[in-house]
């Protein structure tokens, strides 16, 4: 959508500003979308830039992620992401046959609008993470902090909570949500088989939708210690896939999540 409110005014032609949370203590981003959009700008070789919103600067929808490219603010990580495809000519990463393309699909809809809510029915039960070094703690000192953990954690668990349980996961029991992640889990694993992505040797979009919601699975707290430990056991193909990623498009992840530094450099010259 056209922008008034620019966060960045001086935007250089062709380069993408994302305007995400800043970094946190166990994953560089606590947001399933953020960090899916700027693992699918490492993937899609896009040049881009961070930008930390401060928990502050909302996109016109009143959430991160949002871009800004060419003067022009995109918000919503799907929309993001289907414009940056179209935009940048990036169509080779969603090239599939038509019933791959309908399983993708699928599995989009398994990812994003199911087992992403495993995490966030965990952020529904705790959220107290966000402000420890698992979290953004190392960044909070002072008034930020005091205000941080007493009111903004508080704020986004009550939100979280509120959204999980309209989405229908909230209402779950713990035993029945762990359930339903063993099923999405045994699903990714029996469409992945031992091929290195979903769909063969080529890594696609739908993968970097997977890996995102995979890796929040994983590295971010969960309610349950049950479901690490089943990826680990029954689906250690799973796990070998968010690691073949990690490994891939994120070297530098120790040293965002040491550093917090948003603008490491991942990729050799
Ligand atoms: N459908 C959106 C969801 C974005 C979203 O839920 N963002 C969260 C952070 S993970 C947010 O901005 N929450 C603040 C709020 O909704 O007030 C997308 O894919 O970008």
């Known amino acids: 959508m056209p922008s008034t409110n620019l966060t960045k005014r001086d935007w250089e032609k062709d380069h993408v500003y994302l305007v995400q949370f800043p970094r946190a203590g166990c994953i560089p981003s606590p947001s399933p979308y ?7 700008l490492r ?11 401060e928990f502050k600067k909302m996109s016109a929808r009143g959430q991160i992620p949002f871009i800004e490219l060419n ?6 990580s799907t929309i993001i992401i289907d414009n940056l495809t179209e935009h940048f000519h990036k169509s080779d990463l969603e090239d599939l046959s038509a019933s791959d393309k309908a399983i993708a699909r ?6 994003e609008h199911h087992l992403c809510w495993v995490s966030l029915y965990s952020r529904g039960q705790d959220f107290g993470w966000l402000a420890t070094d698992t979290g953004f703690g190392r960044l909070l000192t002072g008034i930020k902090g005091f205000a941080f953990k007493n009111f903004i954690v508080k704020s986004f668990t009550k939100k979280v909570r509120g959204r999980a349980a309209a989405q229908g ?17 045994d699903a ?39 479901i690490r430990a089943y990826i680990d056991e029954k689906v250690p193909n799973v796990m070998e896939y ?7 498009y994120w070297p530098d992840w120790e040293e965002t999540t040491n550093t917090m530094n948003m603008a490491t450099v991942w990729k050799k010259a």
């Open 34 to 40: 953020a960090f899916k959009v700027e693992t699918f």
């Open 43 to 53: 993937v899609a070789d896009i040049p881009y830039t961070n930008i930390n919103n």
């Open 71 to 76: 003067g022009r603010q995109h918000a919503d």
């Open 106 to 111: 699928a599995f989009f809809a398994l990812l």
């Open 169 to 185: 996961m909230g209402t779950f029991s713990r035993e029945e949500v762990l359930d339903q992640a063993k099923k999405d889990l």
């Open 188 to 226: 990714i694993s029996t469409q992945l088989g031992d091929k290195p992505y979903l769909f063969g040797s080529s890594i696609k979009t739908i993968d970097v939708t997977a890996f995102a919601h995979l890796a929040e699975l994983i590295y971010t707290p969960q309610f349950s210690p049950e």
């Open 242 to 248: 968010v690691i073949r990623i990690k490994e891939k």
